[in-house]
């Protein structure tokens, strides 16, 4: 006899990507039940997710600034100020999706968080899908897995960042963005600053580099706080870090499919591979997934990139690839020649055929006509702990 299912679905990881879905099917008032696995037993404030938007949105509840200036500048400190009207660069705080998405689902009878347990062995049995866990083995019709794999790369993001505050106003204009600035490469690839001032006194200051392997925590902190002193904020209160590696451009994964286990969120490709942006793809597909189980459908993984956005994202990451040292050359390139509105639309999966002349016509064509034809090149799956992306600490105002 088969035995019954303990959910209809069962989503291991209640990251971004589970508790945006978890908390949309929560609002709906039917829908399959579902149990979501999380291993941590609290939220913390770990991260903070940007976006660009029109001023109002569904998620406007959720974002606590908004910028309507971003600006890119070169090692010598030549600045592109960019704005689009009716756009903004809009943040939402980790620790505040984390309230919202769980206090939705606090509401509903049929969607069951789990905090505090962490999913192992998945496998496809006879009646569904069965999820060896810490508190004991679950059988599910079907599995979102979004809990962070290994898999090769096309390139790396590896970034930290604080949160700082101090008594007097810090260095940056509170209305405008720090998109990528001071940028510049070597050999082993670029690195630029990101900052976003949350008022005259505070900012999250991040550190960013992109290469082909994954970049060491320690070393990035050092990096970063020798870019802190040398703007004068080594004194600064340091409230919260954040950090991680993206995996830009993913081949192929360590793990084999299973029959009836959907991967999702970063996992499944929702990271953007030209830019590392995942945030509104993960929105985007918990719609569409939320909708097809309304419908008494099954559940939907990322949908595939559209072959031109593939096609111009894999020639871009292998022409970074092939010439590391020329990257800040590529990105100064695009703010200066391409119309602010155009390279939003790139950077948010919106790019009209004019976007995409545009970009061409703005890059150095040498280093990307060379790469038309040739093969995609990817680096090999890093270990676990490397490729995950690190999970951030909390507050400094503990430590
Ligand atoms: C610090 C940081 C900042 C970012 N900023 C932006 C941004 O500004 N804009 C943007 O568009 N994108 C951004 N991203 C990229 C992307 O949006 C995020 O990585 C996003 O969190 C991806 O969601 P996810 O659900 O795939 O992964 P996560 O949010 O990391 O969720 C994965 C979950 O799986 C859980 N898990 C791990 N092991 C197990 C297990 N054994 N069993 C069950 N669960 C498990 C983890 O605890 C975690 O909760 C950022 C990424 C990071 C790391």
Redesign the pocket.
């Known amino acids: 006899m088969t035995p019954a299912v303990d959910a209809p679905l069962v989503v291991?990881?209640?990251?971004?990507?589970?508790?945006t879905l978890a908390a949309r099917l929560a609002r709906e008032r039917s829908g399959p039940r579902v149990v979501v696995?999380?291993?941590?037993t609290a939220y913390q404030d770990?991260?903070?997710?940007?976006?660009w938007r029109p001023e109002q949105h569904d998620l406007s509840h959720l974002v606590s600034q908004r910028w309507k200036t971003w600006t890119f500048s070169d090692a010598a400190g030549v600045t592109v100020r960019h704005q689009v009207p009716g756009l903004a660069y809009q943040y939402v705080r980790g620790s505040d999706f984390y309230a919202s998405a769980q206090a939705d689902i606090a509401e509903s009878p049929r969607v069951d968080l789990r905090l505090g347990?962490?999913?192992?062995t998945v496998a496809a049995v006879s009646g569904g899908v069965r999820v060896e866990?810490s508190e004991g083995t679950l059988l599910a019709c079907q599995v979102i897995d979004?809990?962070?794999r290994a898999a090769e790369a096309m390139l790396y993001q590896s970034?930290v960042?604080v949160e700082l505050e101090r008594d007097h106003p810090l260095p940056f204009d509170p209305r405008e963005v720090t998109l990528m600035g001071s940028l510049a490469a070597d050999s082993e690839g670029l690195r630029f600053v990101y900052a976003l001032p949350l008022g005259p006194n505070r900012a999250i200051v991040e550190w960013t580099r992109f290469g082909l392997v994954p970049i060491n925590r320690e070393r990035l902190v050092g990096e970063l706080d020798q870019l802190l002193t040398g703007l004068g904020l080594a004194d600064a209160r340091r409230v919260r870090t954040?950090?991680?590696v993206?995996a830009m451009g993913l081949g192929r994964q360590a793990a084999p499919p299973i029959a009836g286990v959907l991967p999702?969120?970063?996992?499944?490709g929702?990271?953007r591979a030209a830019s590392?942006?995942?945030?509104?793809?993960?929105q985007r597909w918990a719609q569409l997934c939320t909708e097809r189980l309304l419908a008494g459908r099954e559940a939907v993984g990322h949908p595939e990139e559209p072959r031109l956005r593939r096609t111009f994202d894999r020639i871009f990451l292998q022409a970074v690839r092939a010439h590391p040292e020329r990257t800040a050359e590529y990105f100064l390139a695009l703010a200066h020649g391409v119309p602010p509105a155009g390279l939003v639309r790139f950077l948010s999966d919106g790019a009209r055929a004019a976007d995409y002349a545009r970009i061409i016509s703005s890059l150095p064509w040498s280093p990307f006509i060379a790469q038309l034809a040739a093969p995609t090149v990817f680096s090999p799956a890093p270990t676990a702990t490397a490729a995950t992306?690190?999970?951030?600490t909390s507050t400094s105002a503990k430590r």
């Open positions: 291991l990881g209640a990251g971004l990507a589970g508790l696995l999380e291993p941590r770990d991260r903070s997710w940007c976006f347990v962490r999913a192992g866990t979004t809990r962070p970034f960042g954040e950090g991680g993206l999702a969120g970063n996992a499944g929702a990271l590392g942006y995942g945030f509104l793809r993960i992306a690190t999970p951030s």
